[in-house]
């Protein structure tokens, strides 16, 4: 190579070099988001096919996962930003050392049924019987456990909790007479019924503070990149506004990634999440707590915990404080 090439290519590198930093600073920034799940994730879907995120210059990729422990590792070792699951995954992996906090709440409480059949008319007649839940831990035998005990039923005495699988596997079990009653979510509660069975209790009525889903990082990521974080907030904001305002719209993203077709099931999926999609989609410490004192019949050390440290406020905060939330529902 002669010297006057070596001296253009070395002026391209330094000139480049001088602009790299112009270019990050302008190139869209990226958010790796990993959800769960089922319909509870709508407002995730929402901020996807919506393009939320790339309203505000934000390069987004959503990942689906089988399990929320995967998703988990995923996050501790830098693979994906954000992960939307439940509060069972942050007061397990926070207990276990992780630096991992709640930015957002989107579903605050349990979304579930306790089905039986017609017959039952009083939570009562449900002593002595056999029961159908998740296996131990999971978001549907807790929400069993403590529905029966705010009705005044010991679920440890007047009845028999089985696991069964998953809500499908639940609603087989009630329909084969495995079990007497079970916890089922829509639109497996319509299926129950075109079975002959009925909702006896709506969990959800019963107001019982517990993160079923939300949105959980690491305070790493946090310090890192709040500004994103923000972001991803604000839009996840807009998205339930759009669950609640524009049902066409959300009930063809819900059969999209369901793949429920059945009106009837589309639209009483839709009605169950969007009377329990909250406006300011705050992470409260009471639902962490619900979930910790829970835990503290098998592991003492959550007793020594406060709630408030497995949550941070400060996005929808800072959402709220902006007149945003005011602005989309027009208060």
Same mark, same amino acid.
């Given at each position: ?30 958010l790796r988001v990993a959800w769960a ?132 596997? $639940?609603?087989?079990?009630?329909? #084969?007479? *495995? +079990?007497?009653?079970?916890? %089922?979510?829509? /639109? @497996?509660?319509?299926? $129950?019924?075109?079975?002959?069975? #009925?909702? *006896? +209790?709506?969990?959800?009525? %019963?107001?019982? /503070? @517990? ?12 310090r890192s990149k709040g500004p994103l974080?923000?972001? @991803? ?19 063809k993203i819900i059969s999209k990634f ?74």
């Amino acid at each position: 190579m002669n010297r006057p090439s070596t001296i253009f290519i070395l002026a391209l590198a330094l000139t480049f070099g001088a602009m790299a930093p112009v270019v990050c600073a302008n190139a869209q920034e990226r958010l790796r988001v990993a959800w769960a799940g089922g319909a509870s994730n709508a407002a995730v879907w929402i901020v996807q096919e919506k393009g939320l995120m790339k309203k505000q210059g934000v390069n987004a990729e959503f990942i689906s996962v089988n399990a929320s422990p995967m998703a988990l590792q995923a996050m501790i070792a830098g693979e994906v930003d954000v992960i939307v699951t439940s509060v069972t995954t942050l007061v397990n992996s926070r207990l276990t050392g992780a630096d991992v906090v709640m930015i957002v709440s989107i579903v605050p409480t349990f979304p579930a049924h306790i089905v039986t059949q017609k017959s039952v008319t009083d939570i009562k007649q449900l002593k002595g019987k056999t029961g159908g839940v998740g296996r131990a831990g999971t978001t549907t035998e807790i929400g069993m456990r403590l529905g029966l005990s705010r009705l005044g039923i010991d679920p440890n005495n007047d009845v028999k909790l089985v696991p069964v699988g998953a809500t499908a596997d $639940a609603l087989a079990a009630l329909s #084969k007479g *495995l +079990v007497q009653f079970s916890i %089922l979510v829509e /639109p @497996f509660v319509r299926e $129950a019924e075109k079975l002959g069975f #009925k909702s *006896l +209790v709506d969990i959800g009525s %019963l107001n019982i /503070p @517990f993160h079923w889903n939300g949105v959980l990082t690491r305070e790493a990521t946090i310090r890192s990149k709040g500004p994103l974080m923000a972001k @991803f907030t604000r839009a996840l904001v807009e998205a339930i506004h759009i669950f609640k305002t524009d049902k066409d719209a959300t009930l063809k993203i819900i059969s999209k990634f369901t793949r429920i077709t059945n009106p009837d099931s589309l639209e009483r999926t839709h009605q169950a999440f969007a009377r329990l999609l909250p406006e300011t989609p705050s992470p409260s410490p009471e639902g962490v707590k619900t979930y910790i004192d829970y835990l503290t019949a098998n592991r003492p050390e959550a007793a020594k915990v406060n709630p408030k440290e497995f949550v941070d406020l400060s996005f929808i905060q800072e959402v709220q404080a902006s007149g945003f939330i005011r602005q989309l529902y027009g208060r």
